[in-house]
Structure formats: C-alpha cells, structure tokens
C-alpha cells in the first residue's frame, strides 16, 4: 500500500471517540430499562434516579404475571408466532419477486414493478378502516390471521430483493444453470436464494423487528384477551398510574427474542458478505 492508502485506512483517536461514544448512547437506554426493571417502585422516585441494577426483578416480573389485564405470556407467545412466519413469508415472497424482476423476461414487467413501489408511498394508516372492514368480512377479527395474512408480502422486501439480485446475480449464472437442465424454480433455490442471503438476511432482520414493533394495527382488531406482546405491554399502564418497574421487567423480557434474532441474523449477514467478498 502506498502512503497515501495508509493514511486513507488509518483509523484516528477521534474515529474511536466517535465510535465509543455511538455505542454508548446506542446501550444506555437498555441499561437503564435494566436498571429500572431491577429496582423496587419507591426508589425510582429518588432524587438522583438510580444508576445502578437492583434485585427486585423477580418481584416486579412476578407482578406482570399476576396481572390478568396484561395477558403477558400470550401476547409473547402470539408475538413470536406472527413475527416468525410473517418474516419467512416476506423473505421467501420478496426474494422470488426479486428473481422474477431482475433475471426474467415478461411482458408488464417494468408497469408491474411500479404499481408496487407506488403502493410504498401510501401511508399504512390510510389502509386501516378498509382493512379493518375486510377482517370483519372475513371472519377474522381477534385471530391471528387478522395480523398475519395482510403482511405476508410487502413492497419493499420485493424492491429490496429485485435491486440486490440484479447486481449479485450474473445472466451468465443463471443461463449455465439452464444449460445443465435446472428448472426456473431450481435455479432460483439452488442459485439464486444462497446467492441472495446477505439481502435476505437484512430483510428479515428488519421485518422481525417491524412486526415484533407493530402496535396500532393488533390494537385495533385484537382483543385485550389475545394481544400480541406490544399490546400486552400497553395493558400494563393505567390511566392515573403508571408502575415502571413492572412496565421496564416486562420490556426486558420482551426485547429478549429481538437479541436473538439480531445475533442471528447478523451472523448471516456478516457471513454472506465475507463469503461474497472471497469469491470477488
């Protein structure tokens, strides 16, 4: 390297200051969820608050569990469920309608693809009444299809895939797997999806966290006695009263699956960018 790649590549005192204190501002306000779940309701008044954790988490967990309102373990249960195979379906859908945009030829594809990308444009909250309307409709209301099925496939993951797989993916690929007799479904899983796992990875990532987030919609057509875990959390505040300890212990618990599936993923991510990057 010359000497001017070397200074280009240098890392400086006030890169890692920056970079520390990102971090910090990034894991403070889940130490202080930590902190406040461990510590008793009368010391979270005190004047200066606690930076510290206590040892009150299993009173103020036990607490969430004994209240009926919050139906905890449900909504956790319910939680899981919906964000797990709405982030299958979203990966799965979105990767093949990447494909199918990017590497093949047909007619109305160009017309097809911007019909979906303006449906990005339009606010989620102008579709709620309409949707709500269907669910009534349809039987659906307080089911966790209700939650599901609208979200099985979403605009931006097919955007997402189709502008990923016209770059990592070469024609010259797909007409080799062709030549050997693979069928488009064939060449899609062997070839293109392996192809596609940092995007895909990515994609699940943020779609996890979306649904895992998602607040207003299950609101509106679940019933306080099958909620999903943000909902549930909701019930946990009064109109008066709000117990933090108890509201922070149960955030805790929930944000749990959200580590996992980040770790996850991020594995996936970090392993098919290396990957791509050997072979390159």
């Known amino acids: 390297m010359t000497s001017a790649s070397r200074r280009l590549w240098r890392t400086s005192p006030l890169t890692y200051m920056a970079l520390v204190l990102a971090a910090l501002l990034s894991i403070y306000p889940f130490y202080y969820m930590i902190v406040i779940g461990t510590r008793s309701l009368d010391s979270i008044n005190d004047v200066p608050p606690p930076s510290t954790p206590g040892g009150a988490f299993g009173d103020n967990f036990q607490r969430v569990l004994d209240n009926d309102a919050a139906n905890f373990f449900t909504g956790m249960m319910n939680s899981i469920i919906v964000s797990s195979v709405v982030t299958v379906s979203v990966v799965l859908t979105g990767s093949l309608a990447g494909f199918a945009f990017a590497k093949l030829r047909f007619k109305g594809s160009n017309a097809l693809l911007l019909a979906i990308i303006i449906t990005m444009m339009i606010p989620t909250q102008m579709g709620l ?41 070469s024609d010259e690929l797909i007409e080799a797997g062709r030549v050997d007799g693979a069928s488009t479904f064939r060449i899609y899983w062997n070839i293109v999806l392996p192809a596609l796992r940092p995007a895909a990875g990515v994609l699940g990532l943020l779609t996890f966290m979306e649904t895992w987030n998602s607040f207003l919609w299950p609101y509106a057509i679940l019933t306080p006695e099958n909620p999903t875990l943000q909902v549930s959390l909701s019930f946990l505040s009064y109109a008066y009263y709000t117990d933090y300890s108890q509201v922070f212990a149960a955030t805790a618990i929930g944000t749990i699956p959200l580590v996992i599936v980040f770790l996850v993923f991020g594995r996936q991510i970090i392993g098919g960018i290396m990957e791509g990057a050997v072979k390159s």
């Open 129 to 169: 009444i309409p949707l709500w309307s269907m669910m009534q409709d349809l039987g659906w209301y307080d089911t966790l299809y209700a939650v599901t099925v609208p979200f099985l496939v979403t605009a931006f993951g097919v955007f997402m895939m189709r502008q990923y797989a016209s770059q990592a993916i």
